[in-house]
């Protein structure tokens, strides 16, 4: 994630802001980045997504391969099988609801410790 000017306390929800419109804009991510995928998921926009050298890229792609819009890819055959597919994709929409049980566990394990 590459940002053209210096990140600072006071201007970083700026920052957000403009990358997030910026992945809004695309018709498609494609990435290897943990943060280009979430930020393609987060805005609704088509993404395929390789692994890399480590594995949070894939495990992360576990919680929200439920949209029908961010793909896991291994290899470019792959990724060019899915290419035709998600460039056409529009009006994508990031909803959590598989995900909320995990939060409530994830709230009430931290409220233990308090």
């Known amino acids: 994630m590459y940002s053209e000017c210096t990140v600072t306390k006071k201007n970083r929800n700026d920052c957000v802001k403009r990358k997030m419109e910026e992945f809004a804009s695309a018709r498609l991510v494609i990435t290897d980045r943990l943060h280009g995928?979430?930020?393609?998921?987060?805005?609704g926009t088509p993404c395929i997504v390789f692994g890399?050298?480590?594995?949070k890229v894939e495990?992360?792609?576990e919680w929200i391969k439920y949209?029908?819009?961010?793909?896991f890819?291994?290899?470019i055959d792959e990724m060019e099988?899915?290419?035709?597919?998600?460039?056409?994709m529009d009006n994508c929409?990031?909803?959590?609801t598989p995900l909320l049980s995990?939060?409530?566990?994830?709230s009430e394990n931290v409220k233990s410790f308090f």
Do not use: D, H
């Open 67 to 71: 949209l029908e819009y961010i793909r």
């Open 52 to 55: 890399n050298y480590n594995y």
């Open 93 to 96: 929409q990031y909803y959590n």
């Open 81 to 88: 099988k899915l290419f035709p597919q998600l460039i056409v």
């Open 59 to 61: 495990g992360t792609y």
């Open 73 to 75: 890819v291994k290899s």
């Open 102 to 106: 995990y939060f409530a566990k994830i």
């Open 37 to 43: 995928m979430i930020f393609a998921a987060i805005t």
